[in-house]
């Protein structure tokens, strides 16, 4: 009852993903006929943009969070350890908390090029970017200080969102100042800000799994199993949507 449950809400969401956009271009029509005008489908359509990033942050907070995974005696003749284990943890949290400072630095980046102007964040060099990899490796090592740093990153996206979908508007354009317009070289910045996420959302997974209760302290960690690629195919599903409303909205 409880997995039909969860996969009717989930269908539910995807659906009203694909429908959204299209209400979406109505309101912006009806806006655009008073263009110069503050009216309500003015205002709707504005308030809008906020309904997509809202939804991811709901359900990456409710789905693609707190992770529990199984651990039972069955899994003690296949373990990771040693060495390989080492490389693992180093790769992976590197280049999560990599991502993260790329990511909150993208913030601040857009927040003073759009609302400071002549004020710019210079991009950190490599002993202050080392400096802010460390810090947040350090946060991401204890439990509750990983979950509070994975609703700052959510927020960040929400923030974000809400700023391109400004200068969608507006008609502001995005020149070489703003660190994401080369981020990844692509025209869609909404786009650069998903795929961005996608990848936190990968890498904050292998990184609990890694980290989950024990593990590092014992360090010993069991292979992962058919049912731990489970996550990994609700990511991509949920934002392949995600995408797809982007792409229609566009």
Known sequence: MIIKNN?????????????LPFVQKQWFNLYS???NDISFYSILYYLSG??????VYLNSLKNF?????????FYSLKIIKGKRLLFLVGINLIFLSYLIAVYIYINFDLIFNLFFEGINVPKPDF????????LISV????????????????????LISLYLWHLQIYNINIV??????????????????IFILVAIEISFYTWSYLSYKTNLSDWIVPKPQKG???PFLNIFIFYFFIIIYYSILT
């Not at 969070?65 to 005696?73: A, H, L, Q, R």
């Open 65 to 73: 969070t707190y992770y529990n995974f199984t651990k039972d005696k």
């Open 176 to 193: 070489d100042q703003f660190h994401i317009y080369g981020y990844l070289g692509l025209n869609d910045l909404n786009l650069i800000n």
């Open 33 to 35: 006929l008073n263009i």
């Open 7 to 19: 996969t009717t809400k989930l269908l539910v969401t995807l659906s009203f993903l694909l429908i």
């Open 50 to 55: 906020a309904i997509c990033p809202s939804l």
């Open 228 to 230: 731990d690629v489970i």
């Open 139 to 158: 946060l991401l090592i204890f439990k509750k200080s990983k979950f509070l740093l994975k609703k700052i990153i959510l927020v960040n996206f929400i």
């Open 127 to 134: 002993p202050q970017l080392s400096f802010f990899i460390f």
